[in-house]
């Protein structure tokens, strides 16, 4: 093996062992958490090296690095998920290759993902960014939906044509009374899982936890956690 690749396999050894030591603790199966890769910033070559290791999702949140590392990774067995906040200018390309849009958050991207997912004939998985700070406005600094639009924004996407319901995604909050809370965070989104699943019993992905919160993800009760830097390594932002 390159001695990136090297550095890949232990990395990814570093936190498999990080995800199961989470689940047993937890008292989970490690079946239960799948692993997202979020490549952001990396290369295509690092995406093929990993899905060489075994790794089968990735994660990118801009379209203008995406689009073009999807298309020369097209032949690889891989699931994308799209993490990003997306502009609805962005949709069709987005559309063209990510498997999940894991940043829905308001009723405008709903209409255009739905709509270029009929044109294209694909079927793309939604889930519902929550944002635990949300203010007075329902958004988050970070994108998302406040609690209190999950029911609505849900009901659309069930209701759109060529949308999957999957789920609730969240990224830990910097501010607001989750702050430097990251395990209450995630309890609180498991909560809002349970009262999504009731009407949408399918809609059962939990999204949440990255590099530095993993564990309090799993003990959580998230279904899938989102790793880039104790994968990667750190790589200087592009633009």
């Known amino acids: 093996m390159t001695d990136r690749k090297d550095e890949l396999a232990g990395n990814l050894a570093k936190v498999e062992e990080r995800i199961e030591a989470a689940c047993a603790a937890a008292g989970r199966g490690r079946e239960e958490v799948t ?20 790794v089968r999702h990735v994660a990118e949140n801009r ?47 709903v209409t255009a993902l739905s709509k270029e997912a009929v044109r294209a004939g694909r079927e793309v998985g939604c889930l519902i960014q929550v944002a635990l700070d949300a203010g007075v406005s329902g958004r988050g600094e970070r994108g998302g939906v406040g609690p209190g639009g999950i029911d609505e924004l849900a009901g659309r996407v069930a209701d759109a044509p060529g949308l999957r319901l999957d789920g609730l995604m969240t990224v830990a909050p910097l501010t607001g ?17 349970t009262d999504l699943r009731r009407a949408h019993p399918a809609a059962n992905m939990v999204s ?23 994968v990667l390594g750190v790589r200087p932002r592009l633009g």
């Open 177 to 193: 009374e989750y702050a430097g809370r990251e395990q209450a965070a995630f309890e609180r989104l498991m909560d809002l899982s």
């Open 63 to 109: 379209d203008q690095d995406a689009a073009p590392k999807a298309a020369e990774c097209a032949d690889l067995p891989l699931g994308w998920h799209f993490v990003g906040q997306l502009q609805t200018n962005k949709v069709r390309s987005v559309v063209g290759y990510a498997d999940f849009v894991q940043s829905v958050d308001r009723s405008k991207l």
């Open 208 to 230: 949440a936890g990255m590099s530095a919160d993993l564990e309090q993800a799993v003990a959580a009760g998230a279904t899938h956690v989102r790793v880039g830097t104790a």
């Open 35 to 54: 692993l997202i890769v979020v490549t952001k910033t990396h290369p295509a070559s690092d995406v093929r090296m990993l899905a060489e290791l075994g």
